[in-house]
């Protein structure tokens, strides 16, 4: 085989192991907290070598930045803000897809809090790397959820003049403590709670 | 002088160093978390000595269980539960406490999160011991606050057939995703913004 040809297979290989230490980094420190996520449990999760993770990244802290900049800003897209774009009524798609967000999420994980969540209330006060990165990835939330009110504002599906920053804002504050009252309380039917009373302020900016 | 008159010294005396460890550790922990606070560091800050602290508490852990049963539902007490009592109308004193509360913090702390939120999202998960103790104090709270609504509902300030406890625990949800989302973002102005929404809600159960 030329040697030219085995670049591609490498640079394969390099990705496809740097996914599994984030895949596995993310594992383990939604599991046990950053601070309590060792190299090595994060190594032996995902079944690489010190070498292979080092080559990969140099410090714990690097590898927790790129789960918040790739993993944790991919799943607020993939989870919350492009099922959106399937509904009509943006205010419906809000309610529908997080009750379908919870639906989805096995009651075990639904425990262990929201990813975002916990990394914001373990590191935002002690590393500003990590304050940075993960207010990126609130505000792309809090970004995606106002526009989607300003399409239900433009569909006329909601009052004109409603407050679209505070209330989106408000509908991702919900979210983050309604999986901090369920871990609080150990009891996954605080969501549907929390949800009626979200649903029902979005109802009071509704037309319809 | 006599023996027998030392004791009590002595008892106040022990009791002083605890009460010292107690603080010197919820200001470590505060700061940069349960993991993250060291037995050295909780030592230096309240000039204690490793004997000192080994003296009243075995691990760190007691003393992180004894902050939570001591410290944590006196604040929750005194910040939020009994100020309460004041007012004659309950829906007006918990929207007027609240602004109080977060009128008092200075921003520095506000952006290091709810104490309780902090300790719930980082330990909840991984040490059952800790669960269960939060789970008691964040209970305490939504008891409280969902015994207030029903004095409410008592004093012809709140609609008949309010769902009492589901409001009470999205009181205390608003409360503490407003601190996980003014961390997230930085920002003081978020409790403002929040405020005002679950005062809507409050107002449309109010009767007056």
Known sequence: MPKRSKKPVKTRDFQRTRQRIL????????????????????????????????????????????????????????????????????????????????????DAYIILGCPLNNLIQEMTHCDER?????????????????????????RGYMRKGAPLRQLAEFIVMSHEGAFATAKALNDPRVFARIQGMVHEVLGSYSTK
Not at 142 to 147: C, L, N, T
């Open 130 to 154: 990590f304050a940075a990165r993960l207010k990126q990835v609130f505000s792309l939330w809090v970004d995606g959820v106002e526009s989607q009110l300003a399409k239900a504002v433009t």
């Open 23 to 106: 895949q596995g980094g993310f594992e383990e420190i939604f599991r046990r907290g950053f601070h309590g996520a060792s190299v090595n449990a994060i190594i032996a999760h995902c079944e690489t070598t010190k070498g292979g993770f080092f080559h990969h990244f140099a410090t714990k802290e690097e590898l927790g930045l790129a789960i918040v900049d790739e993993l944790l800003s991919a799943m607020v897209r993939e989870r919350w803000l492009n099922p959106l774009e399937q509904f009509e009524n943006p205010l419906e798609g809000i309610v529908q897809n997080w009750k379908r967000v919870i639906a989805d999420t096995p």
